[in-house]
């Protein structure tokens, strides 16, 4: 149910200041909206970028290591994450996770018993449980400025279409009704006025027309 304003010259300066207010914060609330939209742009490529990156080494251990396939070579938990160290970064007010490294763990092996190519096949695996690990923050990460811009986008709107326009609409609406009082009162003084003048004559007619009915 929408709000009765008051129809007098307190609430005329109380809306007043608050379309001051509004369009004060309405530019930088616009400004922010722009920077997250440009970091959420940033936070979708990195996402990307590290994708790219993990489909590339998959593609270069499939071309190169072709024998993978074979059931008799045990490469299970050669590499393994032993820990993730995380630190917040500050983006136009909104706190993201920021990847500082991650640890991993290869299993120890033999090189008597397992081929020359795993040692090429540990280090694709290291980069690859990195960057796995580094997607997952890239995709925290881009999720969190999106409902950021999402909500300060909610916010511009509401003080664009929503707040800012019902203020001026209640501005006009006061304005109106004062100056319809305004011309009101005129009015209701020349009428006033008009009947005092005309008392006024009708009296001095009668006090002429009773001197004259004494002089006769």
């Given at each position: 149910?929408?709000?009765?304003?008051?129809?007098?010259?307190?609430?005329?300066?109380?809306?007043?200041?608050?379309l001051k207010t509004f369009n004060r914060y309405l530019p930088a609330l616009e400004l922010k909206r722009q920077q997250l939209m440009a970091e959420r742009k940033k936070a979708e490529e990195a996402l990307r970028e590290v994708h790219d990156r993990i489909e590339h080494i998959e593609a270069d251990i499939a071309a190169q290591l072709p024998m993978l396939a074979c059931e008799d070579i045990n490469i299970d938990d050669l590499v393994k994450v032993t820990n993730v160290v995380l630190t917040e970064q500050n983006i136009v007010g909104t706190s993201v996770p920021l990847l500082e490294r991650v640890e991993v763990e290869v299993k120890p092996y033999s090189f008597l018993t397992k081929p020359h190519w795993v040692d090429f096949l540990v280090e694709k695996l290291k980069e690859m449980v990195e960057l796995y690990v580094e997607s997952q923050v890239r995709e925290l990460r881009y999720q969190e400025i999106s409902a950021a811009t999402k909500t300060t986008s909610q916010r511009v709107n509401l003080f664009s279409k929503v707040l800012i326009p019902k203020t001026k609409q209640n501005i006009a609406k006061i304005k109106i009704f004062l100056s319809d009082q305004d011309r009101a009162g005129v009015v209701n003084a020349k009428i006033s006025k008009g009947k005092?003048?005309?008392?006024?004559?009708?009296?001095?007619?009668?006090?002429?027309?009773?001197?004259?009915?004494?002089a006769s």
């Amino acid at each position: 149910m929408a709000t009765k304003i008051s129809l007098n010259k307190s609430s005329l300066n109380k809306e007043k200041a608050s379309l001051k207010t509004f369009n004060r914060y309405l530019p930088a609330l616009e400004l922010k909206r722009q920077q997250l939209m440009a970091e959420r742009k940033k936070a979708e490529e990195a996402l990307r970028e590290v994708h790219d990156r993990i489909e590339h080494i998959e593609a270069d251990i499939a071309a190169q290591l072709p024998m993978l396939a074979c059931e008799d070579i045990n490469i299970d938990d050669l590499v393994k994450v032993t820990n993730v160290v995380l630190t917040e970064q500050n983006i136009v007010g909104t706190s993201v996770p920021l990847l500082e490294r991650v640890e991993v763990e290869v299993k120890p092996y033999s090189f008597l018993t397992k081929p020359h190519w795993v040692d090429f096949l540990v280090e694709k695996l290291k980069e690859m449980v990195e960057l796995y690990v580094e997607s997952q923050v890239r995709e925290l990460r881009y999720q969190e400025i999106s409902a950021a811009t999402k909500t300060t986008s909610q916010r511009v709107n509401l003080f664009s279409k929503v707040l800012i326009p019902k203020t001026k609409q209640n501005i006009a609406k006061i304005k109106i009704f004062l100056s319809d009082q305004d011309r009101a009162g005129v009015v209701n003084a020349k009428i006033s006025k008009g009947k005092m003048d005309a008392a006024e004559a009708l009296m001095l007619k009668e006090r002429a027309a009773a001197k004259a009915a004494a002089a006769s």
